[in-house]
């Protein structure tokens, strides 16, 4: 099956500590992107990668970080900077083309208390 | 800047009758406009887009979509809603040099009631 998996689907942790999400794709996709997803603010940025080893901040980056060493992965991690980390995040990604749909992962839920 | 607005926060419809859900849009050049659907603690599924061409966009599960240039609108239509389009709704722009980045309303939540 083709497709993006994101793990773990929800997550707990402390304040104060810094957790990875993981986002694999296996549809060969060029560009990979993070969102956040806030009851009625619907989705916004955070990352996004065009292409590997690259990668450029999105709307809400502060308190994030991400990397890009391959293709197929674009793992976030939400460090103890990020003051309200609580939230649905969601990776997609596409072929990169401003005329591509992006194609979303089922997403992680992050709780820090 | 690139922008999207969804009007109306709940929109609810019968079964059976029509269902629209609005979108307006602001971009400067030509944009690229797209619709998504979101169940409950999921990722979105893309419905369908509009590039150029023909203003009326036909998608998946008989959702379709008018283009109309002159109102900056994009609105989603189905002639007849069923209980399960009960879902989130995303209307989502971008244009040709932000490379696929994707600026999204907040969400149109819709109801049907059988």
């Known amino acids: 099956d083709g497709g993006i998996t994101q793990s773990p689907k929800y997550l707990f942790r402390k304040e104060g500590q810094n957790v990875t999400l993981s986002c694999e794709q296996n549809l060969n996709h060029d560009a990979m992107y993070w969102y956040r997803q806030d009851p009625g603010q619907g989705l916004r940025l955070i990352y996004y990668?065009?292409?590997?080893?690259?990668?450029q901040k999105g709307d809400i980056a502060e308190g994030y970080s991400v990397s890009r060493e391959k293709k197929e992965s674009f793992p976030l991690t939400v460090t103890s900077a990020q003051k309200n980390p609580t939230a649905f995040y969601l990776c997609?990604?596409?072929?990169?083309?401003?005329?591509?749909?992006?194609?979303f992962g089922p997403g992680t839920r992050l709780t820090v208390t | 800047a690139q922008s999207v607005a969804q009007p109306e926060d709940q929109v609810n419809v019968a079964e059976g009758n029509p269902l629209t859900v609005k979108c307006t849009y602001s971009?400067?050049?030509?944009?690229?406009l797209f619709w998504y659907v979101q169940y409950p603690n999921r990722g979105l599924q893309f419905l369908l887009k509009y590039i150029t061409g023909d203003n009326l966009v036909k998608g998946s599960y008989g959702f379709e979509a008018e283009f109309n240039k002159s109102q900056t609108s994009f609105h989603l239509k189905k002639p007849s809603a069923l209980v399960s389009d009960s879902a989130l709704y995303f209307c989502?722009?971008?244009?040709?040099?932000?490379?696929?980045?994707?600026?999204f309303g907040r969400g149109t939540q819709l109801t049907v009631w059988p």
């Open positions: 990668s065009q292409i590997v080893n690259d990668f």
């Open positions: 989502a722009v971008t244009r040709g040099s932000t490379l696929g980045r994707l600026y």
């Open positions: 997609a990604s596409s072929p990169a083309g401003a005329v591509d749909e992006q194609y």
């Open positions: 971009v400067s050049g030509n944009p690229y």
